[in-house]
């Protein structure tokens, strides 16, 4: 019955007189709205929904009215009337029996995630943020433990980037392709030894090359990081960096001798705790991360970015989990580093490399 409604306010939209569309559109939305509150009839005055909000939860009043936004029954506007019409039009775009009951309330839904997403996406710096200058120490020793070597033990940030599935947008379709072949969204973030994000930058079309996003994130612009002294580890599409950011990464294959395949080796049992990271942030997340994310990619990357902050309360709250298997399907093997000549501004990190190499290299003959 609420099918045949919907569908007789459709037609008689299409065959309406220009002159009356106004008036007419007014009534048919008045009319429509005592229409489903008159055949919806709740069981034990509450809707039945297949997922329901548990009004005991205080953390919910800092997001929405409770009161105002799941009450019972309420008029619709205009505009949600248009919204219902559209879906009702075509089957493939809504579902049949208890999902009608809740149709109502499901419009809301997107209003109170964007409220959700931009709130997380303003206080970010409250749970990813460079540690302290006491805590540099705590940093280096953990990724030294990672790596097996004290060598390592000024490293204090591993890098690198995650591609997030999207559905693109028709326009602009291709920049979202990347070069595995999927749709998706970048996002670049440092993280520390545990695995916590230190800084995040998201947004760029999969397409864009590591290196790209590096060189217009906030992380390589500011200078801030790392300190003088103490360096980060990025794989092999990332330049080897001394300044304006010390980024370490590994020689490239086939290296030439043993010394530098004993660096590779280390350097990379370090550097990994990023792409575990990611890992547990897709399946701590699994219902968002591991399909492609049904919003507008102006929108996503305000979702990524709030799942990396959930990621990082999680784990300040002792909640630590293991990734899944399937987790590292969206772990892409580095690109291929650009070559093009260092910037002004630039001083490429092999020296600095290179000493780290023969530091590694000693301690092993000694041991």
């Not at 109502?104 to 931009?118: E, L």
């Not at 980024?247 to 990379?268: A, D, G, L, M």
Request: aromatic share 10%; charged share 20%; net charge neutral.
């Amino acid at each position: 019955m609420i099918k045949a409604n919907f569908m007789a306010i459709a037609d008689e939209d299409v065959f309406v007189n220009r002159k009356k569309v106004h008036s007419i559109n007014t009534q048919i939305a008045f009319d429509a709205t005592f229409n489903i509150l008159d055949v919806a009839k709740w069981p034990g005055d509450r809707p039945v929904t297949y997922c329901r909000v548990n009004f005991d939860v205080p953390i919910l009043r800092l997001w929405c009215d409770v009161d105002l936004e799941t009450r019972q029954d309420f008029r619709l506007s205009r505009q949600a009337m248009h919204s219902l019409q559209r879906l009702m039009r075509r089957d493939q775009d809504h579902g049949w029996g208890n999902e009608y009951e809740v149709l109502i309330y499901s419009i809301r839904c997107s209003q109170i995630h964007h409220r959700v997403a931009q709130f997380i996406w303003d206080n970010l710096h409250r749970a990813i943020s460079f540690p302290k200058p006491a805590d540099m120490d705590t940093v280096g020793n953990g990724f030294a433990h990672l790596a097996g070597t004290l060598v390592l033990n000024k490293a204090v940030g591993a890098i690198d980037g995650c591609h997030v599935r999207i559905k693109p947008p028709s326009l602009h379709r291709l920049d979202y392709l990347n070069y595995k072949g999927f749709y998706s969204i970048n996002m670049q973030a440092i993280c520390d030894h545990s695995g916590k994000f230190l800084d995040i930058f998201v947004g760029y079309p999969g397409s864009v090359h590591d290196t790209r996003i590096l060189k217009n994130s906030s992380f390589y612009l500011s200078r801030r990081y790392p300190p003088n002294g103490y360096f980060i580890l990025g794989d092999g599409g990332y330049p080897c960096l001394e300044t304006p950011a010390s980024i370490i990464t590994p020689y490239r294959e086939p290296v030439n001798c043993q010394v530098q395949r004993k660096f590779n080796y280390h350097q990379s049992r370090a550097r990994s705790v990023v792409e575990r990271a990611f890992g547990v942030m897709k399946t701590r997340w699994r219902s968002t991360l591991f399909r492609a994310l049904e919003v507008r990619p102006t929108f996503a990357p305000q979702v990524i970015a709030s799942c990396a902050f959930l990621h990082n309360v999680c784990l300040d709250n002792g909640d630590v989990l293991e990734p899944d298997n399937d987790a590292a399907l969206d772990i892409l093997d580095p690109e291929p580093p650009l070559q093009e000549a260092p910037q002004v501004h630039e001083r490429p990190g092999n020296a600095t490399r290179d000493r780290l190499a023969a530091l590694i290299n000693a301690h092993a003959v000694e041991n």
